[in-house]
């Protein structure tokens, strides 16, 4: 969900304020754990600071190509899953056009870890080699889906997706406008 459908700079902007660090430190922080490849719940514990729940995400988070891309995969006969480590309620307002949304909460498994890939499958009800897992990290999203079996698609926005550098056998996108080209 996160860099991949919403832009999470309007949470963790506000979720800095709530725990009294400039937001310059806060993504300073953010985007060296992204360097080093740690979870970026660590922030808090970088930062000494209590952590925070996630912030909902509002309409005006999604990017510009989330919703038009959702809708050309379903138009287009695909199935549509949205499932991350965020909590489902983080977006559960949206009312996003998918056949699922699910997270690790949920599930009790998080990425990166092979049985978040294997649930995905699972509800999706088709082998792996039939799935595009589309994600922002190369770390949690990519090579977990190759690993899986699935076609894994690295999107490259946000903090991790501009720091990571993609496995060539993972397809490469710079917006949703162009995920179902490279899906046909």
């Known amino acids: 969900m996160g860099e991949t459908l919403a832009d999470e700079t309007r949470p963790w902007s506000l979720t800095a304020d709530a725990v009294g660090v400039p937001r310059f430190t806060f993504f300073g922080v953010l985007g060296g754990l992204a360097e080093r490849g740690e ?3 660590n922030v808090y514990e970088v930062l000494g600071v209590e952590s925070r729940p996630g912030l909902p995400f509002e309409e005006g988070d999604l990017y510009p190509d989330a919703r038009a891309c959702l809708r050309e995969l379903r138009r287009r006969g695909y199935q549509v899953g949205i499932a991350g480590n965020a909590v489902s309620a983080a977006y559960a307002g949206l009312a996003l056009d998918a056949d699922f949304i699910a997270s690790s909460a949920e599930w009790g498994v998080e ?3 092979p049985l978040f890939f294997a649930r995905v499958a699972e509800v999706c009800g088709c082998p792996p080699e039939k799935i595009a897992y589309v994600g922002d990290r190369v770390d949690n999203d990519v090579t977990p889906a190759l690993a899986a079996g699935m076609v894994a698609v690295h999107i490259r926005r946000g903090p991790w997706g ?3 550098t993609p496995p060539s056998e993972a397809l490469c996108i710079r917006s949703l406008d162009e ?6």
């Open 111 to 113: 990425k990166p870890s």
């Open 179 to 184: 995920l179902p080209g490279v899906l046909a």
């Open 39 to 41: 979870p970026h719940r």
């Open 162 to 164: 501009h720091l990571h």
